[in-house]
C-alpha cells in the first residue's frame, strides 16, 4: 500500500508499505531516485519479508524542502527513523542503494539499536572521485532529449560500457521511472535544487567515513558491488571484507553504478543476510 507520514519538521514523505508479516527491509534509494527504484527487488523479493520503501524528502512524491540546505544525510537518517517510528517498526533490515547506503552508515553511528541488517548496493566509506564528479555533473539538470524514446537512446550510449547487455527497451523502461513527461519536453522526479549541497560539498575536504562503517560492528552486513561500477571500487570493497571479514560480498556482473538487486548475485547475498538476521 502507498501510504504518507509528516516529518518532524513539517513536510509529507510517501512511501510503500507491502504489509507483510515478516522481516522489515527498509529499502532507502539513490539521491535522484525514489521508491520505483526498488520494483525490480520487489518482484523477486525473498518469503518472509515486509517490503517498506521511502521516498527522500526533495524527491516526487515526497514534498521538496523549501530550504535546500536541509538536503542532507543527518536530515535524511532522521527522515528514515522517523518512518520507523510511524510504522511501529522497532528494527528493519536496511538495504540502502548508493546515497541511501550511506545513511545506513550514518544511522549505525545514530540509530544503531533500529539496524537489525544491513545491505549496502554499491556503496562504501570510500567514494570514488571520478563517479562521484559523473553524478554531481547530471544532477538537477533537466534533460535535453524531449521524448522516452530519445532518453533510452542517450542511456544506452552513455552507459554502454557499464551495463553492456542492456537494451533500449531496458533503458525506456527505467526512463519512464526517472523522468516526467512535460508538455515541452522531459522534466526531472525530483527537486533540482538537490544540487546545491552536493557541489557546495565537493569544495569540502572528503569525510573519513570509515568510522561509520566501523560502526556497524556486530551488525549482519552484506555488500553488492557492480563489477563496472565507478563508485565503489574493487580495492575499498576488499579493504570493507579484511574489516569484516563476516560481511557477505557479491560481485555482479555486466552490471555498473548501480544493481538492481534482482540479478542472482544480489538476490544470494540478501537471503544470506536475512539468514543471519534471522539466525
Known amino acids: 500500500m502507498s501510504g504518507r507520514f509528516t516529518t518532524s519538521d513539517g513536510l ?28 525490480d527487488l520487489a518482484a523477486v523479493r525473498p518469503d518472509g519479508v515486509r517490503m517498506v520503501r521511502l521516498t527522500a524528502r526533495g524527491r516526487e512524491p515526497s514534498d521538496y524542502d523549501p530550504d535546500p540546505a536541509h538536503y542532507q ?20 533490515v536496511i538495504v540502502g542503494t548508493s546515497r541511501g547506503g550511506l545513511i545506513a552508515l550514518l544511522l549505525a553511528a545514530t540509530a544503531k539499536p533500529r ?5 549496502l548496493n554499491d556503496i562504501g566509506p570510500e ?31 552513455q552507459n554502454r560500457a557499464a551495463f553492456p547487455k542492456m537494451r533500449h527497451a531496458d533503458w525506456r ?25 552536493l557541489r557546495a560539498g ?25 563489477a563496472h561500477s565507478d563508485i565503489l571500487s574493487a580495492a575499498t ?12 560480498a557479491a560481485i555482479v556482473p555486466d552490471r555498473g553504478h548501480v544493481p538492481f538487486l534482482d540479478e542472482p548475485e544480489a538476490l544470494r547475498a540478501l537471503q544470506q543476510l536475512l539468514a543471519k538476521v534471522r539466525g
Open 202 to 226: 565537493g569544495a569540502q575536504p572528503v569525510p573519513d567515513m570509515w568510522p561509520l562503517f566501523d560502526a556497524l560492528a556486530g551488525v549482519p552486513l552484506a555488500c553488492v558491488r557492480g
Open 12 to 39: 509529507s514523505l510517501a512511501y510503500e508499505d507491502d504489509g507483510g508479516a515478516g522481516t522489515p527491509l527498509l529499502c532507502l534509494a539513490g539521491l535522484t531516485r525514489n521508491a520505483r527504484d526498488f520494483d
Open 127 to 157: 567514494i570514488n572521485p571520478a563517479g562521484l564528479q559523473r553524478i554531481a555533473d547530471y544532477v538537477g539538470v533537466t534533460p535535453a532529449v524531449r521524448t522516452l524514446d530519445e532518453a533510452a537512446a542517450a542511456l544506452l550510449l
Open 237 to 248: 570493497l576488499a579493504a570493507m571484507q579484511a574489516r569484516r571479514p563476516d560481511m557477505i
Open 173 to 197: 523502461r527505467l526512463a519512464e521511472r526517472w523522468f516526467r513527461i512535460e508538455a515541452d519536453g522531459l522534466g526531472l522526479r525530483y527537486d533540482p535544487a538537490l544540487a546545491q549541497p
Open 115 to 119: 539496524l537489525a541488517g544491513v545491505l
Open 73 to 92: 544525510l543527518p536530515v535524511e537518517a532522521r527522515d528514515a527513523v522517523e518512518l520507523l517510528d510511524h510504522l511501529r517498526i522497532d528494527r528493519a
